[in-house]
Nanobody, 127 residues
Framework: QVHVAESGGGSVQAGGSLTLSCTASAHTSHGYAMGWFRQAPGKEREFVACISVSGGSTYYSESVKGRFTISGGNARAYLQMNRMKPEDTAVYYC??????????????????????WGQGTQVTVFS
C-alpha cells in the first residue's frame, strides 16, 4: 500500500506565499508522476498542477499559471504558491500515479488517472 502525505498548509494573507510538500511512501521501478488538486467548499475537485517522473515536464491550470510552481518528481511533489488570492482557499490534495505503462503520457490532469491520494491539507487565504 502506498501512503501519500501532504504538509505545509495553513493561513496566509492575500498576496502572500505558502509551500506545500508531498511524499509517496513506496517506490516502484516505474516511478510516480505527481499531481496537485484542490477542492473548495461547495465546489468540485479541480486540477492545479502536475509533474512527470523525471521532473522535466509540468502542467498548470490557467487559474494558477504564473503564480504557482510545482517541482519534484518521482514520488515527491512541492507546490510553491505565490501571489495568493482568496479564491485559492481550498483543501489541497496530492496524488501519485504509478507509471506502469510506457503508453501513459508523462503528465495528466485527470483525477481518475491517479492511483494514490493524500488526506489533504487546508489552505486559507484571507483578504
Amino acid at each position: 500500500q502506498v501512503h501519500v502525505a501532504e504538509s505545509g498548509g495553513g493561513s496566509v494573507q492575500a498576496g502572500g506565499s505558502l509551500t506545500l510538500s508531498c511524499t509517496a511512501s513506496a517506490h516502484t521501478s516505474h516511478g510516480y508522476a505527481m499531481g496537485w488538486f484542490r477542492q473548495a467548499p461547495g465546489k468540485e475537485r479541480e486540477f492545479v498542477a502536475c509533474i512527470s517522473v523525471s521532473g522535466g515536464s509540468t502542467y498548470y491550470s490557467e487559474s494558477v499559471k504564473g503564480r504557482f510552481t510545482i517541482s519534484g518528481g518521482n514520488a515527491r511533489a512541492y507546490l510553491q504558491m505565490n501571489r495568493m488570492k482568496p479564491e485559492d482557499t481550498a483543501v489541497y490534495y496530492c496524488a501519485a500515479r504509478e507509471m506502469s505503462s510506457p503508453l501513459f503520457p508523462v503528465t495528466t490532469t485527470a483525477a481518475h488517472d491517479y492511483d494514490y491520494w493524500g488526506q489533504g491539507t487546508q489552505v486559507t487565504v484571507f483578504s
